[in-house]
């Protein structure tokens, strides 16, 4: 089955824990990203990747790395986790990278993150 | 400023009936507009996509509407059911190297029996 599998699901930690999210797509797709979901802010975007080793900030990077070093694996790496990351995290992929795409993004059911 | 404005915020309805949800956008240069929907404690899932050049785009009993000059779009449901109940988010692609994508905050729909 095609499908976006992120892990954990769901984790409480403290400030300043180092954390790792990560993500995994079986579609063979170029193109995975992170985003964010805040009440009343929509979706926003962290990090994207266009391919392997090619990765590039979003519109809220702060505080976020990511590395693609497969092209099926996409992880969030949170240094130094802070109580404003707290936070419902989606990684996503498509085919093809580039605004004229016209292929969907494939969403992962989300990881809810508590820093306490 | 790319945005796109999504109205209702929230919906409610009863089960068979219809709606439409609107969306506005203010994003250039315009690639795609898409309609997710995003059920409770799941990732968002694709409903359609459309191009400059589409106007209407059906996907079983929903069917989306583009008006490119006007820049606003439509999410229209038919004959609703328990299992429409859900978040529909409006996602319009910027027409650039990499892929941009600026998302509406979305309606919550409601259908009740």
């Known amino acids: 089955e095609a499908q976006v599998t992120q892990n954990p699901r769901y984790l409480i930690t403290v400030t300043g824990k180092k954390l790792t999210v990560t993500c995994s797509q079986n579609?063979?797709?170029?193109?995975m990203s992170w985003y964010r979901q805040d009440p009343g802010l929509g979706l926003r975007q962290i990090y994207y990747?266009?391919?392997?080793?090619?990765?590039d900030k979003g519109d809220v990077p702060e505080g976020y790395k990511v590395s693609r070093k497969e092209k099926r694996n996409f992880p969030l790496i949170l240094e130094s986790p802070s109580p404003n990351q707290t936070s419902l995290y989606f990684c996503?992929?498509?085919?093809?990278?580039?605004?004229?795409?016209?292929?969907?993004?494939?969403f992962g059911d989300g990881t809810r993150l508590s820093i306490l | 400023k790319n945005q796109v404005e999504q109205s209702p915020q929230s919906l409610i309805i009863l089960e068979g009936k219809n709606c439409t949800l609107q969306c506005n956008y203010t994003v250039s240069p315009f690639s795609n507009l898409r309609w997710y929907k995003q059920d409770t404690g799941r990732g968002p899932v694709s409903l359609t996509i459309m191009t400059f050049s589409e106007n209407t785009k059906s996907n079983g009993r929903y069917t989306a509407t583009l008006d490119a000059d006007t820049k606003q779009s439509s999410l229209h449901i038919t004959a609703s059911q328990l299992s429409d109940s859900a978040s529909y988010i409006c996602?319009?692609?910027?027409?650039?190297?990499?892929?941009?994508?600026?998302f509406g905050q979305g309606t919550r729909l409601t259908i009740n029996p």
């Open positions: 990747s266009m391919n392997v080793e090619v990765t």
């Open positions: 996602v319009v692609s910027v027409l650039q190297g990499a892929q941009k994508l600026v």
């Open positions: 996503a992929s498509s085919l093809k990278a580039g605004g004229v795409s016209n292929q969907p993004q494939h």
């Open positions: 579609m063979n797709h170029e193109y």
